[in-house]
C-alpha cells in the first residue's frame, strides 16, 4: 500500500524558510519521478517540482531560483526547500508519485499547509 505522508508546513513570515518533507513507503522509491503540487483556495492545483528517478529537476516558473526539491533514496524521503517566501506561496502543499511508462501512479499525500504571513 503506497504512503506518503507531507509534514513540515506553518506559518512563516514574508522572505522567510521551510523545508517540507514526505516520507513514504509501499513502493520502490529509487524507481518513481516524485513531485511537489499546490493548490490554493480558490485555484487549481499546479506543480511546483519534480524530481525523477534519475535525478532531473524541474520547477514551476513562479518558484525557480527560491524553492529546491530533493530526495534521500536511503530514506524513501523526498524534500521542498523554500526560501525566500512570498505571501503567495501560501497554499495545502501536496507530495505526488509516479512511474511514468509502468501505469504506476500518480499517488498522493494528504497535504500539508504553507502559510506566509506578517
Known amino acids: 500500500q503506497v504512503q506518503l505522508v507531507e509534514s513540515g508546513g506553518g506559518l512563516v513570515q514574508p522572505g522567510g524558510s521551510l523545508r517540507l518533507s514526505c516520507a513514504t513507503s509501499?513502493?520502490?522509491?529509487?524507481?518513481?519521478?516524485m513531485s511537489w503540487y499546490r493548490q490554493a483556495p480558490g485555484k487549481e492545483r499546479e506543480l511546483v517540482a519534480t524530481?525523477?528517478?534519475?535525478?532531473?529537476?524541474n520547477y514551476g516558473g513562479s518558484v525557480k531560483g527560491r524553492f529546491t526539491i530533493s530526495r534521500d533514496n536511503a530514506k524513501s524521503t523526498v524534500y521542498l526547500q523554500m526560501d525566500s517566501l512570498k505571501p503567495e506561496d501560501t497554499a495545502e502543499y501536496y507530495c505526488?508519485?509516479?512511474?511514468?511508462?509502468?501505469?504506476?501512479?500518480?499517488?498522493w499525500g494528504q497535504g500539508t499547509q504553507v502559510t506566509v504571513s506578517s
Open positions: 524530481m525523477t528517478s534519475g535525478g532531473n529537476t
Open positions: 509501499g513502493f520502490i522509491f529509487r524507481l518513481y519521478d
Open positions: 505526488n508519485t509516479r512511474r511514468p511508462g509502468y501505469g504506476r501512479g500518480p499517488y
